[in-house]
C-alpha cells in the first residue's frame, strides 16, 4: 500500500502532465477559442475501460466526462482494425460516441510501456469551422447532424509516428478555415506528445506498477468521498422541472425534467420526464448527458478527485429517444444549452435536500453568436473570415454570498474571449461591453451580473448567426431568491432595431457595414429570501449601479 505522502506526490505529478497538455495547446492553437478561451482538454485514462483517470485544472470539465466515451469509442474500432498500435493516433469528432458536438474533434493516443498498452492519453479541443450550413458551426435551423458540420468516424491521423496526409487532405477539404484548423491539430498533436513523454519520465521514476497502484487508490478515495456526501443528504426524492426556449426550428418550449432520489449512499438522476428529441439541435447524447451531470455533480462536491470515481455512486435513468438520449441523426450542435439547463435542474433539486450546498441557476445560456464574411479591401481581399465567440452572464447566488457577475458556463473552466482580441482579428467594433444593470435575481444573496455587449461591423458587409437560450424563461433563484431576467438579442437593420421571432435563435442576418448586432445577458438567480439581505448590502449595489432607482421601486 502506497504511503500518504507518496500517494500525494503521484497525484500531484499526474495532474500536472494532463495541466501541460492542456497549456502546450493554448499555446500553440490558432484559433482564439481554444488560444484565448481555452475550450479544450486534456486527461489520462485507462487501458481497458476509457475511464478517465486524471483531468487537467483548466481545461473544460464537460469534456473530461464526455472523453472516457470518447477513449472506449476508439478502444472498440482499433480491436476492429487490428487493435492499438504505438505511436497511432486516432481522431473523431463524432458527437454520438464521444459526446459534445462536432466542432470539438477528439484525440486519443496509446501510451505503451515494453510493448504493453499502459494508458491513453487524450484532448479534446473546439475547432473553429468544419463545414456545415453556417460558418462557425452553431446551425439554429438545422435538422439532422450533416447540415451541422462534416463528420470524422474514429480514424487514424497518426500512423505508427507518421502524419497521414491522406486524411489531412479531408479535413483540410471540409473547413472554410483550413490554417486554423491546420494550427489546431498541431498543437493537439504536440500536447499529446508532451504528455506521452512527461509520462514516460514519471514512469520511469516510479515504476508502472506504482503509479498504476496510485491511479487505483485515486479512484477508490473518489468513490468511498462522493458515497459519504451522497449518504450525508437526507434520503428522498426531490424534482425539478425547467424549460428550454425551442428547439430552433419549431418554436415550441422542450422540459427538462429531473427527479433525484436519496437513498443512503446511493443518488439516483430520473431524467424519464423529459421531452422527446425534438427537430431542432439542441439535443444531446446519452454521453453528453451523463458528462453534464459529472460536472454538476463536482460544482456541488468540489472537494471529490476528478476521475471515475465521481460517478460510481450515481445511477442514471435515462431512457432512449429523449431530447438528452438522442442518435444519429438527430442534430446536437447546440448541446451547450441543453447541458447548461441539465446542470440547472440538478442544482435546484439538490437546494430541496440541502440548499447550503446548491447555487441558484446561473444565466443559462452561451449566446454562441458568429458574424462571418469575405474582406473587401487592403492585402487581404477575398479572403474568408469567421468571428465565432460566446458570451457571459451572472452566477446565481449562494450559501456563502452574492453570484459572480460576468463569468462564464458552469460547464466549463474557460474564460470570455477579450474583446482586444476580437477585434484585433475580425474586422468589429465593439461598443459596449458593460454590465447589466438590475440583471441578477433579488435574494438575501444577490444573482451575479449579467452583460450588455454590442458589436459594430466593420467590413462592407457580413452574416450573423445567433443560438442562444433563456429568452423566455429566465434564470431561477433558490431557497425563497427571485429569478433573474431573461436573455435579449437584437440586430440593427435598415436603421431599426429588431428581435429574433423565436427570441434566442436566429440564422441569415443580413449587416451592412456600421449596423449592430447586441446582447443583453442574463444574471443570476438569488439565493434566500429578499428580506434577508441587509442595509449594507443594498446600498452598495445601489452606489455600484448593479441596481437602479428602477429595479428598486419594483421590489418595493
Given amino acids: 500500500m502506497l504511503d500518504p505522502v507518496t500517494l500525494a506526490v503521484l497525484k500531484g505529478r499526474l495532474e500536472q502532465i494532463a495541466d501541460e497538455m492542456d497549456a502546450t495547446l493554448y499555446r500553440s492553437a490558432f484559433n482564439p477559442i481554444i488560444a484565448e478561451a481555452h475550450d479544450a482538454c486534456h486527461g489520462i485514462y485507462d487501458a481497458l475501460s476509457g475511464a478517465t483517470l486524471v483531468q487537467g485544472k483548466s481545461g473544460l470539465p464537460v469534456f473530461v466526462g464526455a472523453m472516457a466515451f470518447a477513449v472506449r469509442a476508439a478502444i472498440r474500432v482499433a480491436g476492429e482494425r487490428g487493435g492499438m498500435v504505438d505511436g497511432d493516433v486516432w481522431l473523431f469528432n463524432d458527437p454520438y460516441e464521444g459526446g459534445t458536438h462536432a466542432n470539438d474533434f477528439k484525440l486519443v493516443r496509446p501510451v505503451f510501456r515494453d510493448g504493453k498498452l499502459f494508458c491513453f492519453l487524450a484532448s479534446a479541443a473546439h475547432w473553429h469551422d468544419v463545414g456545415g450550413a453556417v460558418p462557425g458551426n452553431y446551425n439554429p435551423a438545422a435538422t439532422e447532424c450533416w447540415q451541422e458540420a462534416v463528420q470524422i468516424p474514429p480514424v487514424r491521423i497518426v500512423r505508427r509516428g507518421e502524419l497521414d496526409a491522406d486524411v489531412l487532405a479531408i479535413l483540410q477539404a471540409n473547413t472554410r478555415l483550413p490554417d486554423s484548423l491546420w494550427g489546431d491539430l498541431n498543437g493537439q498533436l504536440a500536447a499529446l506528445e508532451l504528455g506521452a513523454r512527461r509520462l514516460g519520465s514519471l514512469l520511469d521514476d516510479y515504476s508502472d506498477a506504482t503509479v498504476l497502484e496510485a491511479l487505483a487508490l485515486l479512484r477508490e478515495r473518489a468513490v468511498k468521498l462522493m458515497r459519504s456526501h451522497v449518504a450525508a443528504l437526507p434520503d428522498g426524492d426531490y424534482a425539478f422541472d425547467d424549460m428550454l426556449d425551442n428547439d430552433g426550428v419549431r418554436d415550441e418550449p422542450l422540459k427538462i425534467a429531473l427527479r433525484m432520489r436519496v437513498a443512503g449512499d446511493t443518488l439516483t438522476l430520473d431524467f424519464t420526464g423529459t421531452s422527446p428529441a425534438c427537430a431542432g439541435p439542441v439535443n444531446i447524447s446519452r454521453a453528453t448527458a451523463i458528462a453534464a451531470c459529472y460536472v454538476a455533480l463536482k460544482h456541488l462536491f468540489p472537494d471529490v478527485p476528478a476521475n471515475a470515481g465521481v460517478l460510481d455512486a450515481v445511477s442514471f435513468v435515462l431512457p432512449d429517444g429523449l431530447l438528452i438520449s438522442a442518435d444519429r441523426p438527430r442534430p ?80 466549463s473552466t474557460a474564460t470570455i474571449p477579450p474583446l482586444e482580441i476580437l477585434e484585433a482579428a475580425y474586422p468589429v467594433r465593439f461598443t459596449q461591453w458593460a454590465l447589466r444593470p438590475d440583471s441578477g435575481g433579488d435574494g438575501t444573496y444577490r444573482g451575479g451580473l449579467g452583460a450588455i455587449y454590442e458589436i459594430e461591423l466593420l467590413e462592407h458587409e457580413a452574416e450573423a448567426f445567433i443560438f442562444g437560450e433563456r429568452g423566455r424563461s429566465a434564470p431561477q433563484g433558490i431557497a425563497g431568491g427571485e429569478a433573474s431576467v431573461p436573455n435579449v438579442f437584437r440586430y440593427q437593420q435598415d436603421g431599426a432595431w429588431h428581435t429574433p421571432p423565436m427570441a434566442s435563435k436566429m440564422l441569415g442576418i443580413r449587416l451592412k457595414r456600421g449596423e449592430r448586432v447586441r446582447l443583453e445577458t442574463p444574471g443570476g438567480g438569488g439565493y434566500g429570501a429578499p428580506s434577508g439581505r441587509d442595509d449594507a448590502a443594498r446600498k452598495r449595489d445601489s452606489a455600484m449601479g448593479y441596481v437602479t432607482k428602477a429595479r428598486k421601486e419594483q421590489q418595493v
Avoid at 366 to 378: D, Q, T, V
Avoid at 382 to 401: E, I, K, L, P, Y
Wanted: hydrophobic share 40%.
Fill in 332 to 411: 446536437v450542435g447546440g448541446y451547450t444549452e441543453t447541458i447548461l439547463r441539465m446542470i440547472d435542474v440538478i442544482f435546484c433539486a439538490m437546494a430541496q435536500a440541502a440548499p447550503e450546498l446548491a447555487m441558484a441557476q446561473a444565466y443559462g445560456t452561451i449566446n454562441a453568436l458568429s458574424i462571418a464574411g469575405h474582406r473587401s479591401e487592403g492585402a487581404r481581399k477575398g479572403q474568408r473570415w469567421v468571428m465565432f465567440s460566446f458570451f457571459g452572464g451572472g452566477h446565481g447566488g449562494h450559501s456563502q454570498g452574492d453570484g459572480l457577475s460576468h463569468g462564464n458556463a458552469p460547464i
